[in-house]
């Protein structure tokens, strides 16, 4: 055999076909892992989205229009199908306790929770903040 090759050998093409599945392989295994990480920040990013307006609301509402007791919502529409539980306590005079919890339809996403408190202001004027009424 003293004339030139041509074309590959069965071992070449083997050889190249592992380094391939190998290299497939792994990016992979890198594909899922940022598949998933995505879906946790969307679901993530829905939820903060349902959490603030919620909170918004609550806070823009005057004090007294906070009712005590809890509810729920069932939202089947839209990108971010969830159930949100709302529970308004009032353990003190001038003190009431908010808390949101939404528990989405997507098993992929996590549930979320917020609490916060709600006072009512000692004065009957809005703007002065040396004022004190007597209760």
Partial sequence: MGGRRKGF????????MVLLAVAVSSLAAMMYSVSTSSKRVTGAA????VLMHEVNRLIALPYDSLAVGSS???VTDGAYQHTRVMTIAEPTVR???VEIIITPVNPNYRP???RFTRTNA??????CTTCTDKP
Avoid: F
């Fill in 72 to 74: 729920s919502v069932y």
């Fill in 112 to 114: 979320d929770t917020v």
């Fill in 9 to 16: 050998t069965l071992i070449e093409v083997i050889v190249a």
């Fill in 46 to 49: 829905y939820s903060n989205g």
């Fill in 95 to 97: 003190l009431k306790t």
């Fill in 122 to 127: 000692r004065t009957s004027k809005v703007l």
